[in-house]
């Protein structure tokens, strides 16, 4: 009887082993597609938008701003009325930029410049994107504005949303602009990645780290901070967190109802248009 016992028991452990082995096998294997796979999952690059026309735009605002020998990224450019500033807009990680006509809109309206350019790998463009390229490709962009259209800092407006706040903050360190709109700030990718996958220490292994964390205190301009209470895709504790530290000159809006893509239903445009020409 012993000796079935002992069987058995063998048995037991060796299925015990078994099944240990295959979920760390299993784990092994998603946390490797995971991290080979994390630059699609941080940028979800999108398709060409149609002209500005079909979003009810004047089809003469497109341009493309070269950036190196292969890549012009396509942007969306009108120029201010007298006396008003430009508003530099970059997007966030999803949708091409005709899907933002409806946010700039509003601006346009009130007399404001627009700059909207679309990431590379985004709206079409050639080019893979990454943190690096972000940063280097968007301080061409303000080059090209001022070199081309004579614009000053301080009739510049930076605006970024989600994905183009880590654009927006890097952009503004030590730079007196008019005034910076952060729409739905993340504190870093790592600290968003680590909510959506908190069993794995995916915090440590990102590559594009876009730290917002630690660079929103070198900004010198004055600040809104924009975000949804129920925001699914950036925690409002990061954007209150940012907020919270920072020590410039800053308002928020925070607005209780609202999650990531909808806060503009929430009428947030009047609130920037208002934080822009008190500033």
């Known amino acids: 009887m012993n000796y079935i016992y002992m069987y058995l028991h063998i048995i037991l452990d060796f299925k015990m082993i078994k099944y240990i082995a295959s979920g760390i096998f299993l784990y092994l294997f998603i946390g490797s597609v995971l991290y080979f796979s994390q630059r699609r999952l941080t940028f979800n690059v999108s398709g060409t938008p149609n002209k500005p026309e079909y979003y009810g735009l004047s089809n003469n605002i497109e341009t493309y701003i070269k950036i190196s020998k292969s890549i012009n990224l396509i942007s969306w450019f009108i120029k201010p009325k007298k006396n008003m500033p430009i508003i530099v807009y970059f997007h966030g990680n999803s949708f091409d930029i005709g899907e933002r006509a409806y946010r700039i809109k509003n601006y346009i309206n009130k007399g404001f410049g627009i700059l909207l350019p679309a990431y590379r790998g985004y709206s079409g463009n050639k080019g893979k994107p990454n943190e690096k390229k972000l940063y280097e490709d968007s301080k061409i962009i303000i080059k090209w504005l001022k070199d081309k259209h004579s614009f000053s800092d301080k009739d510049i407006v930076i605006y970024g949303e989600s994905l183009g706040t880590a654009v927006a903050v890097e952009l503004s360190q030590k730079k007196n602009y008019k005034c910076i709109i952060l729409e739905a700030p993340f504190t870093s990718i790592g600290d968003v990645a680590q909510k959506l996958y908190p069993l794995y220490p995916v915090k440590f292994l990102i590559w594009d780290k876009f730290d917002n964390l630690n660079k929103i205190n070198n900004l010198a301009s004055p600040t809104l901070f924009i975000h949804g209470k129920k925001d699914e895709i ?43 020409k008190n500033n």
């Open 234 to 276: 950036v925690p409002f504790e990061m954007g209150r967190k940012l907020y919270k530290i920072y020590k410039g000159k800053k308002l928020n809006l925070f607005i209780d109802e609202a999650k990531h893509n909808d806060l503009y239903e929430y009428g947030i445009a009047s609130d920037v248009i208002k934080f822009i």
